[in-house]
């Protein structure tokens, strides 16, 4: 959940090594942004360090894939996968933020709940 500047994570799977997070487009911030931030958390880095994630996927095009489809009515189905800095990340319609860590190659001493 979003709260302020501060992403929490909802999860961390250690058998499927993904961490989770919801995200919450009423909330400060848009989906790409939560995405850099969830990165950034995970690896202990400042998000402005990161790559731009427009180098792999079209934010806007992202933030739109999962926008309502008209006012009130949330997508129900729906989920994006794509690599990002090293990372395996999926969107669901749901608003959930799945970012596997298998492949990544960080710091172990990241946040994990």
Same mark, same amino acid.
């Given at each position: 959940?979003?709260?302020?500047?501060?992403?929490?994570?909802?999860? *961390?799977?250690?058998?499927?090594?993904?961490? *989770?997070?919801? *995200?919450?487009?009423?909330?400060? *911030?848009?989906?790409?942004?939560?995405?850099?931030?969830?990165?950034?958390?995970?690896?202990?880095?400042?998000?402005?360090?990161?790559?731009?994630?427009?180098?792999?996927?079209?934010?806007?095009?992202?933030?739109?894939?999962?926008?309502?489809?008209?006012?009130?009515?949330?997508?129900?189905?729906?989920?994006?996968?794509?690599?990002?800095?090293?990372?395996?990340?999926?969107?669901?319609?749901?608003?959930?933020?799945?970012?596997?860590?298998?492949?990544?190659?960080?710091?172990?001493?990241?946040?994990?709940?």
């Amino acid at each position: 959940m979003n709260r302020g500047n501060q992403l929490d994570f909802v999860g *961390y799977d250690p058998s499927t090594d993904e961490a *989770y997070l919801i *995200y919450d487009r009423e909330k400060d *911030y848009s989906l790409p942004i939560a995405i850099v931030k969830g990165i950034a958390a995970l690896t202990g880095e400042q998000a402005e360090e990161i790559p731009p994630l427009h180098s792999v996927v079209n934010p806007d095009a992202l933030d739109a894939l999962f926008e309502p489809l008209a006012e009130e009515n949330e997508r129900p189905l729906g989920k994006v996968s794509f690599e990002y800095y090293g990372f395996e990340i999926s969107v669901y319609a749901s608003d959930v933020i799945c970012i596997n860590t298998s492949r990544a190659d960080f710091d172990s001493d990241h946040p994990r709940s």
